[in-house]
DNA sequence: GATGAATGAGAATTCATTCAT
DNA sequence: CATGAATGAATTCTCATTCAT
């Protein structure tokens, strides 16, 4: 089924577009002609592909998402250990930073946006399942740790949600102001920080 | 003999009146009329006060953290030992998740837009100036304790920019989900985290 | 009665205001606020002494138009040769052409708005009477020299209407561009055309 | 498939509605969607077209002064002796007096518009240089009868200044008051005036 | 009388969305 | 399917005018 391959494609190259566009540019001052130019295609094609701005920025969060959970899939594939796992985690994350710049970008618009509940209620549930999600994530994380013996915590889910809370503190400080800190002296402190922080 | 009128009390209820009007909608939904009716004024009186709905957005800006500011400082004055003054700084902050909460909100568009130095440099310059002054806050309190035996930290400024920004990543969180944690759980295990990651 | 006298001075300052600042910013772009400003005076103070935009525009245009007679009344004073008149006159008008340089960048306006008799009939009727004035003044200087042999013409006012249209449009031209011609070799050439064209 | 629209037909069809309605209106006081109305399109199309309303206004003026230059071309081609030329030059003047009615009007925005260097810097350029062709192509006809005897004249850019002074003068007094002189008679005199001032 | 703070009608401009081709 | 011309709702900002003091 070629076509509907090609479709995908298309809908794919929206998306990535979409995303360096509103990071340029800001969800609201972003022009959906703007997406259109940046992806090759004439403006009205965009609404062959997604209903509506409101629409495709959404659609574009779950993609984001989803991108960026495949990334620390894969880099996370393989480790055994939950304290490697966690350092790995962390380590990641900082990588990110200087990768996935668009990607933090449009997520400043998506928390803007998603913490208007009126405004964006869909948005919101799918910041909230997200947030769950990787809460759920890095506590397993940790919880797994605990059963091993190698971490101590009484509260795994409350562990993940000020680790990931320091992780997009950060990334919100960072691109701010790149100055703010030095990337691989603050990965490693937090690392050390969080594993002795867990430590039995 | 001029209209004798309090111009700054009226510039600061319009000040509060945008904080309101741009926690409720966002900063690019809100309106202008919006604000003037919030503060209960014509549409072009708003207009005497500020430039412009961006004027408006800066000058809000250094608004609130002045106020922010104010709190801690009323809040945190009298406490001796290092320690102590950052627990309760953690508490404060805590404090103002659910007390400012349109503030935070407000917040939220201000990372957006300070994160495009393009379209908003003033403000990014602003953030980024808030930023350093945080961190260099913190970094006080912390140097103060490694002064005085109470605390270990090789790194002040780096210890300070990861609180401050678990702070911020929490009230993100906080807001898109108040179920995400619990409040208070999360204050005392942080407050642990952090004083035992600052023991000598 | 020095109240009416001050009153008149007042009235007058703002009129002088309002020629300098229609002169600079045109009469729809110069704001109430700036003709205010350069009288001195307060915004709501203009309004004592004129009763809207339009009404200070009209009355400024007769205030202008006396001035000019005036001016031109006391230069043309105890002349008796019509030809030596009417070089007067167009010597006159040369002078005015440097001198009053804000006036007639203001009758640009007149002559816009007036144009338009839907929107400004007052104006355009004022304009209509000021013409015919003036045709009528120079048509007796011509009529006069006809009478006494020095000057041969069958329609004086039709002369009259022509001399006046080449000084407006050399006025126009001029305020256009200070290069398009040289005015003293413009002023005698034509002074010796017209006279030339009313010779016996 | 785009939609094959004839956009250069539109665009003229956008300035002629604009000259009508800046005729009727005046520049300042013409709406944007008023153009829009009087050319049977959506208010927002005629930005398709022209980027701002002093965009609209700068381009009219180009596009009249083409099209008045094109009707004087048709008029004089053909016609060999200078005297000729000018004696029809002069008819076409008066004819566009009444047929052009609403271009003249137009022109004086141009003109008051023109006058403020500050406020408008392009159609002051625009409007010297036009007439500076003006003058150099009536220039042009009296050194062409001078070279052939026909004319005397020691400065024909002079005389061409003045001529086409009148003519602007003319039409401006006419404008104002349609009794101000009959056009008939007025183009007899004039023309004989000039021919004469031109004999050798 | 004088003032200037307040006002809101009004206008330019933008841009998401539609739809004829 | 793809396109981009057309649209008008929506929004910012301006400024003449009013009126309480």
Redesign the interface.
Known sequence: MPIIVDKDRKRRDILQAAMRVFA??????AKMEAVAEEAGIGKGTVYEYFKSKTDLFLVLHDHMLAELKDFYMKELAGIQQPAAILERFIAVAFQTFRVWEPFF?VF??F??????G??QALL?TR??EA??VA?ADVAAIIAAGVKDGSFRC??P???A??I???????V??W???RD???LD??RE??TQ?IL??LQP
Chains 1, 2, 3, 4 share one sequence.
């Open positions: 340029r540019d800001g969800y609201h001052r970008l400043f618009d928390w803007a946006e998603g913490g208007r009126e405004q919101q910041l909230r947030y769950a809460r009484d509260n889910s409350l562990a949600a000020s990931l809370a320091t992780l997009d503190g950060l919100l400080q691109l701010c102001d703010a800190f030095d002296a603050m402190t937090l920080g002795r922080g």
